[in-house]
């Protein structure tokens, strides 16, 4: 052990510093965007920004804690991840579940409030890294191997889908282990074929949706290819989204500026934060968003290429999975590019569990980042 | 921990393959901001404004209406609208107590309007300013008070018909406020003001103003003083003679101005919704009100009588059928066909000539004259003559003439025609028709308007109307001249001779229909200077009692009128 302390030279700065940028931006936009709203309705302006910083606090101390815990400690917890991710998802249904919004996603523990879905996300990663560098590569080519490795995290996507109607939360799930499958595995011509298949339903999807097979079912995606007839409805949102951008222009109306937070976008806070930013900061603040993002996602590649080995590489792995597949699809639905499906803005949006969580997430990635030496040993 | 194996030259292919296609989602997503942000910008930029901007209008002053002299015929006073904003009230039950308290409104009227959930809700208009300025006062949050114009005339019933008035948007409903209505109207404004989702509107972002601009002042060619005194004479006339109404126009035969137009009883301009007598059940409320509005001398037509002879003399003379000097004999009646037709004279005029069978009003002359014209070319002066047409006359619902067809003219209607019986012109239509016989034969448009001022740029539009030269030679305009002259200097119309003026005139008498009612219609259209008329105007007595006669009830009015004008008008003229 006392050899191995010595070869630790590296921890990554650039990331840490990335994520602290997002994390202060994030509650900046929190403020903006909901307490006009936050001051008519429980008349105090920081009433979200409280909940949010409380949320961000505890998650840079788990951070810091991940950090410094050995990655590997957690890897024999990797089926406990699984099945307390699925109790607390049957919980929803529970007494201690509570519904808003029709969509019963959360469960109260006390004051507190936990977002299972939330949850699955890092157990699903933590899973799938341990699985996969179990199996190895030859068994990960074998039908048995494939099976094994992604049929509890479709359980869990299924379950997540299912118990808490949450749709966009089943699909990261699904993408999560889909790209940890997809990095573990040699092979590029299942994926590619995937790849064709989900291009294929999702073309005839919005096919049959278009031409009202599917009836009301289609109806958000009716909405998508044209938000301006169902102004009133399901396009509602998207509509007013895409008001709040296109008023933004180049350089955006200034920070706090924003009219569209001003009740025209419910809950602005939450999933189409993305579109304030646009209407506040204009085209310039909204790609230096997505620039640091992608330093990210880039240095969790570098991590995770660097790793000391294969699980910590995963683990890495799946976690710039999930920020990658959250923060498209969120600025994808924000700019309707896809049809509108709750998603949020990793470290940005409005959301107690997310935001620990993520946290917990880059603890993890900080922590394989630590195992990291200059002197690359010899394959 | 053997199982920690290395990871592999493949897998961190594969993480860059992932980083890549992820970078390339990452391009297209910019690429769709760049098209949203950049080139779509100025759209959403607009439609979110829309949706951002709630509008109120700013009315617009309307234009004043002006006398030849420049006295102010209408104007504009401040008033206020109340309305209510249903998300910005606080404390409802105040509120309502305000409203209902300052307003006079029944409360229950009152909570309707509070409580109903649009952006803002209009809850009375017209509110006077010093109401208005209480209400404020209040302070209470949700009630708006936008101040506004209501229609205000100085003289109330003055011209009444002719000026007439606006609704509760301020537009012209009757009259000359209705036929300028695009000079006089201007251009509303609008305060644009940012608001919430709920509608609550935003302070700190201001407000965006387009201001109104004032609608163009109209003159007109009415002199407040002639009205005002031919307004009294009619009263007057009214009152005496218990008639049913009077109408005076009084005109420039030369250019067709205006200078009065009355048809007693008038209304009060500026509560046009009052009944003159209330005594009436709320159906027949809107009958009564368009009686009440009703301008007579262009609304409404009537049988002209005598008067009438103008025009047959006239066609007669410019025909050739009859000249001044012809002689003819009246035995107080005249055989047509089979009807044996009276002369007013019942024992008849005797012998006389053209000039003295006008100066006597003799109908069996007249009769004789029309028939020796012959239907179809009495028909075609009527038409050359303009009588079919409108005068186009600027106010609205001029009536037309009501004439037999040319093919049921029979030798007894032609008669009846001669003297003016048996068909309706508009009191207007013959004044202007007489203008032209007595003016040199020039065919003018009646009109007030005489231009409209800008108010902003002060541009004039100067009004611009059909004259039509030579419809009648002047040699047969100036035989009529003299022939009418000798009416009142020693005919029927002596009554209607001014001292120091020269004057012409015809008086008319005319039973109104069913014959023997006892109901007569008496009128006097008088002219001066006789031989180069300056001013024209006809006065018609409705259903007087006791005397009847055009001559002594009709005609004393238009003396008494050119009496007091004559002198002004020349001062005028001087000055």
Same mark, same amino acid.
């Given at each position: 052990m006392k050899n191995r302390k010595?070869?630790?030279?590296?921890?990554?700065y650039s990331l840490l510093f990335v994520v602290l940028v997002l994390i202060i931006f994030g509650l900046v936009m929190i403020y903006s965007t909901s307490s006009y709203e936050a001051n008519l309705e429980?008349?105090?302006?920081a009433y979200y920004l409280k909940k949010q910083l409380f949320a961000t606090v505890l998650g840079i101390v788990v951070m810091v804690l991940l950090a410094r815990i050995?990655?590997?400690?957690?890897e024999k917890f990797a089926i406990w991840g699984i099945i307390i991710s699925a109790i607390l998802i049957v919980l929803v249904?529970?007494?201690l579940g509570r519904t808003v919004n029709g969509a019963s996603r959360w469960i109260y523990i006390g004051s507190l409030s936990i977002q299972p879905a939330e949850v699955a996300k890092i157990a699903v990663i933590l899973f799938m890294a341990s699985i996969l560098s179990r199996i190895g590569k030859k068994g990960i080519q074998k039908f048995k191997g494939i099976v094994t490795v992604l049929i509890l995290p479709i359980i869990i996507a299924g379950m997540v889908y299912a118990l808490t109607q949450n749709l966009s939360s089943a699909i990261i799930i699904a993408g999560i282990a889909i790209v940890m499958w997809f990095v573990a595995s040699p092979d590029y011509k299942k994926f590619v074929i995937l790849l064709t298949l989900v291009v294929i339903v999702a073309a005839v999807g919005i096919y049959l949706a278009h031409s009202d097979?599917?009836?009301?079912?289609?109806e958000r995606i009716k909405a998508w290819l044209d938000p301006e007839a169902y102004a009133s409805g399901t396009g509602f949102q998207t509509l007013q989204a895409l008001y709040a951008i296109g008023s933004?222009?180049?350089?955006?109306?200034?920070?706090?500026?924003?009219?569209?937070?001003?009740?025209?976008?419910?809950?602005?806070?939450?999933?189409?934060?993305f579109s304030i930013i646009c209407e506040e900061l204009g085209l310039a603040g909204a790609i230096a968003v997505l620039v640091l993002f992608i330093i990210l996602i880039w240095r969790c590649m570098v991590i995770a290429n660097n790793a000391q080995d294969l699980f910590g590489a995963l683990l890495v792995t799946g976690v710039m999975a999930h920020f990658a597949i959250q923060v498209i699809l969120n600025v994808a639905v924000v700019t309707n590019t896809i049809p509108n499906t709750g998603i949020t803005l990793p470290f940005?949006?409005?959301?107690g569990t997310s935001m620990l969580f993520l946290l917990a997430e880059i603890g993890l990635v900080l922590s394989v980042g630590r195992?990291?030496?200059?002197e690359e040993p010899n394959e | 921990m053997e199982h920690f194996i290395r990871n592999q030259i493949s897998n961190r292919k594969k993480a860059f393959v992932f980083f890549v296609a992820s970078l390339l989602l990452f391009a297209i997503l910019m690429g769709r901001l760049f098209y949203l942000c950049v080139i779509c910008s100025g759209y959403y930029t607009k439609e979110a404004q829309e949706l951002h901007e709630r509008e109120r209008a700013i009315k617009a002053a309307r234009g004043i209406i002006y006398d030849c002299?420049?006295?102010?015929?209408a104007t504009n006073q401040a008033v206020c609208t109340i309305s209510v904003i249903h998300s910005q009230v606080e404390d409802k039950e105040a509120v309502i107590a305000c409203l209902t308290k300052e307003l006079s409104l029944s409360e229950e009227y009152v909570t309707r309007r509070v409580e109903k959930y649009t952006s803002i809700e209009k809850?009375?208009?017209?509110?006077p300013k010093e109401i208005g300025d209480r209400i404020r006062k209040y302070?209470?949050?949700g009630i708006k008070v936008d101040e506004d114009y209501k229609r205000y005339y100085?003289?109330?019933?003055?011209a009444s018909k002719v000026i007439g008035f606006t609704g509760?948007?301020?537009?012209?409903?009757?009259g000359l406020e209705v036929e300028y209505e695009s000079y006089l109207k201007g251009t509303d404004g609008t305060i644009l003001a940012m608001t919430d989702a709920r509608g609550v509107e935003l302070r700190l972002e201001g407000e965006r103003r387009i201001e109104p601009i004032a609608g163009d002042d109209l003159y007109i060619s009415i002199d407040r003083n002639i009205q005002q005194y031919a307004t009294q004479l009619a009263l007057q006339a009214m009152e005496t003679k218990e008639a049913d109404g009077v109408s005076i126009i009084v005109m420039n035969?030369? +250019? /067709?101005? &205006?200078l009065a137009m009355v048809d007693v009883p008038e209304f009060n301009l500026n509560e046009p919704?009052?009944?003159?007598?209330?005594?009436?059940?709320?159906?027949?409320i809107q009958d009564e009100l368009n009686k009440m509005w009703? +301008? /007579?001398? &262009?609304n409404d037509t009537y049988?002209?009588?005598?008067?009438f002879k103008i025009i047959t003399a006239a066609a007669a003379l410019e025909e050739g059928v009859?000249?001044?000097?012809d002689s003819f004999y009246c035995p107080g009646y005249v055989v047509v066909e089979d009807r044996r037709i009276r002369c007013h004279k019942t024992t008849g005029h005797g012998s006389e000539d053209f000039v003295t069978a006008t100066m006597n009003s003799c109908n069996p002359v007249f009769i004789t004259v029309g028939l020796r014209l012959g239907a179809k070319v009495f028909y075609n002066y009527f038409e050359k003559f303009g009588?079919?047409?409108?005068?186009?006359?600027?106010?609205?619902g001029e009536a037309g003439t009501i004439m037999h067809k040319l093919e049921n003219i029979g030798m007894v209607e032609l008669a009846t025609v001669a003297f003016g019986q048996s068909f309706q012109v508009t009191p207007i239509q013959l004044l202007s028709t007489a203008a032209m016989i007595v003016n040199g034969g020039t065919r003018i448009t009646p009109h007030l308007g005489v231009k409209a001022v800008d108010s902003i740029t002060g541009e004039v539009t100067t009004f611009q109307y059909q004259t039509t030269e030579n419809v009648l030679s002047r040699e047969t305009s100036e035989t009529m001249q003299y022939i009418l002259e000798k009416v009142v200097s020693e005919g029927t119309?002596?009554?209607g001779a001014v001292e120091g003026y020269s004057i012409g005139g015809k008086t008319a008498t005319s039973q109104t229909?069913?014959?023997?009612?006892?109901r007569y219609i008496a009128s006097y259209i008088g002219f001066t200077?006789?031989?180069?008329?300056e001013l024209i105007a006809i006065a018609i007595v409705e259903?007087?009692?006791?005397?009847?006669y055009g001559g002594q009830v009709a005609a004393p009015i238009i003396r008494q009128l050119f009496e007091n004008i004559l002198p002004y008008l020349d001062r005028k003229d001087y000055n």
């Open positions: 010595k070869k630790v030279l590296f921890f990554d429980y008349k105090d302006a050995d990655y590997r400690f957690w249904k529970s007494p097979i599917l009836g009301f079912r289609g933004g222009g180049l350089f955006g109306k200034g920070i706090g500026q924003s009219l569209q937070k001003l009740g025209f976008i419910p809950e602005a806070q939450n999933d189409m934060i940005i949006s409005y959301g195992g990291i030496s200059f | 002299n420049g006295v102010v015929l809850v009375k208009s017209n509110v302070n209470l949050k100085p003289y109330d019933e003055l509760g948007d301020n537009q012209g409903i009757i035969p030369v +250019n /067709g101005e &205006i919704f009052t009944l003159t007598d209330s005594q009436i059940s709320s159906e027949i009703r +301008n /007579g001398c &262009i049988e002209p009588g005598s008067t009859v000249t001044v000097n009588l079919f047409e409108k005068t186009g006359i600027d106010l609205p119309g002596k009554n229909l069913p014959r023997g009612s006892g200077p006789a031989d180069n008329p259903n007087p009692k006791g005397v009847y």
